[in-house]
């Protein structure tokens, strides 16, 4: 199985750049999270879907946008990309409230 | 506000010794308490979870310890080997229709030969 799938792994964007993170999972999770991991911050919450077609903020929403485009997918947009949100990008999936959540692989983004 | 402490930021180990994690919360409606283990350049992955209604949970060569009181829990690792050194993540959730986490800063552990 392939779990909770993040595309792009890398990206280098100029200030004011837009772009959309890609999350997929294949494990019929109902729920699923964006966090961003910062050196000596651990991870925070940006936004989570609670359901298919649910969207809620997090601890850190601004600056970006997110979609549930169907159960499977998620994604989260940056319209103008700024420095401060250089950082790593990881979606999570979990089947229902407090249990297990798993986590894609990352998406490493620098804004220059 | 940081809403979940852990300590300390870095730790090295002998193989074969014990490694010891602290995790601090403040927010009293948080009920459930996993930690994760993230190697570099992955994800995090679930190590082992406790719920408020026990002191302690083991799981092989890992142990979580609760204290409801002080509002503290704690990891440990025995045995400690070299494939553990990894960096720690402690963190808590509560009530509601979904898994919201909130992390610790997190512990990068080092095990020795």
């Known amino acids: 199985n392939a779990g909770v799938t993040q595309t792009p792994k890398f990206q280098v964007l100029k200030t004011g750049q837009s772009m959309t993170l890609q999350c997929a999972q294949d494990?019929?999770?109902?729920?699923m999270y964006w966090y961003r991991q910062d050196p000596g911050m651990g991870l925070r919450l940006i936004y989570y879907?609670?359901?298919?077609?649910?969207?809620d903020k997090g601890e850190v929403p601004n600056g970006y946008n997110v979609s549930r485009l169907n159960k499977r997918e998620f994604s989260l947009r940056l319209e103008s990309a700024a420095p401060s949100q250089t950082s790593v990008y990881f979606c999570a999936s979990t089947l229902d409230r407090n249990t297990e959540a798993f986590f894609g692989q990352g998406t490493r983004l620098t804004v220059v | 506000q940081q809403q979940v402490k852990q300590s300390p930021q870095s730790l090295i180990v002998q193989k074969g010794g014990i490694s010891i994690i602290n995790c601090a919360y403040e927010n009293t409606a948080f009920d459930y308490f996993p930690w994760y283990q993230q190697f570099p350049g992955k994800g995090p992955a679930l190590l082992i979870a406790i719920r408020p209604d026990v002191s302690e949970k083991k799981e092989g060569r890992f142990t979580i310890s609760f204290n409801k009181s002080a509002k503290q829990f704690s990891l440990h690792i025995m045995d400690s080997q070299p494939g553990d050194s990894a960096t720690y993540f402690c963190?808590?959730?509560?009530?509601?229709?979904?898994?919201?986490?909130?992390f610790g800063t997190g512990t990068r552990l080092q095990v020795t030969l």
């Open positions: 963190a808590a959730s509560k009530a509601g229709t979904a898994s919201k986490l909130t």
């Open positions: 494990m019929n999770h109902n729920s």
């Open positions: 879907s609670a359901s298919e077609g649910t969207t």
